[in-house]
């Protein structure tokens, strides 16, 4: 990809989008801009058939500590409502690639709740996530309450968010909100080798998956059961399912090409 960005590093290799958030000075802290580029990446990604997987990382010793706190300090209600820039967070939230994040250090504030967009995580062992809005007189608002407690629960989340105390990768973990914790030294390789391992499936099924399981978050267990239903059925008009059950038959590897 050709494209450069002022915030963030793109590049792609082997069926995997790299986004790399690129203010190291700050933690990474997310203005305005960077979100906009970030959004910007995943959609380029997300239309680019030589990309399967996309692959989130900051750059430095934090993943991000949060929004730029200096640039919305002096911003008013109506600032937020006329920039409307929740939408750009609306979009990165409905991306159809997977999508997979590696933590090191902080993932705080806005920083956790881009985390919480994507679709699997991995984290470094020193890895610290959280929210401390709170301690700045505001709240999380690109997620954070919703998310967060879609996965932990009610009791568990008011706890973090009440506190904005610093949660530990380990127990992120035990909390489901961290698929695997391991050594900083391999966070990258061991988060890459999941994304080339995810590349090497078939494009539409990790689509429609992903989907499904977005929907059981908000959907009635019936409804959400209709809705991947229907997924089902339309994965067999796909040439991959041909591909797939033949390559089973025949006793050889399948070649998914996405379509
Ligand atoms: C702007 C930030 C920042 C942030 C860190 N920095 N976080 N700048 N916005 N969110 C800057 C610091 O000012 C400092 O700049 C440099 O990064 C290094 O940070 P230090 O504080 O010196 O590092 P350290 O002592 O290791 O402490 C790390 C930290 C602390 C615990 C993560 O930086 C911190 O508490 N940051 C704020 C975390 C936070 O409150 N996040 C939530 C933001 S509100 P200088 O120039 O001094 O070197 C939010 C709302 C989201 O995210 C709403 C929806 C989008």
């Known amino acids: ?25 700050v933690l990474n802290a997310i203005n305005r801009v960077m979100v906009s580029e970030i959004l910007n990446a995943f959609e380029v990604f997300d239309q680019n058939d ?4 996309i692959m989130l990382t900051g750059k430095g010793r934090a993943f991000a500590a949060g929004a730029d706190i200096d640039e919305m300090a002096g911003d008013g ?9 929740f939408a750009d967070w ?6 159809k690639k997977p999508i997979i994040g590696a933590i090191q250090g902080f993932a705080l504030g806005g920083g956790l709740e881009l985390a919480l967009c994507c679709d699997l995580l991995f ?12 301690n700045l007189g505001v709240m999380p608002g690109a997620g ?10 009610k009791t568990k989340a008011m706890e973090w968010l009440f506190t ?3 949660m530990k990768a380990e127990e992120a973990c035990q909390l489901g909100i961290i698929n695997r914790v391991v050594s900083r030294e391999v966070l990258m390789e061991e988060t890459e080798r999941m994304a080339r391992k995810l590349a090497e499936k078939p494009p539409l099924s990790l689509r429609l998956i992903k989907e499904s399981v977005l929907k059981a978050m ?42």
């Not at 002022?6 to 190291?24: A, S």
């Not at 209600?77 to 820039?85: R, T, V, Y």
């Not at 609306?90 to 991306?95: F, H, K, S």
């Open 218 to 259: 908000d959907y009635p267990l019936y409804e959400g059961m209709q809705y991947e239903r229907k997924n089902f059925y339309l994965l067999f008009a796909s040439e991959d399912q041909k591909e797939g059950m033949n390559a089973f038959i025949e006793k050889r590897k399948p070649n998914f090409k996405g379509k």
């Open 50 to 53: 030589e990309v399967r997987v």
């Open 77 to 85: 209600a109506i600032d937020f409502e006329l920039l409307n820039q």
């Open 1 to 25: 990809m050709s494209k450069t960005y002022e915030f963030i590093n793109v590049h792609e290799q082997d069926g995997v989008g790299f986004v790399e958030l690129n203010r190291p000075k």
């Open 164 to 166: 904005g105390e610093r």
């Open 90 to 95: 609306d979009r990165i939230a409905v991306v």
């Open 123 to 134: 984290a470094a062992d020193d890895a610290e996530i959280g929210f401390p809005e709170v």
């Open 144 to 153: 954070g309450t919703q998310r967060l407690t879609k996965l932990i629960g």
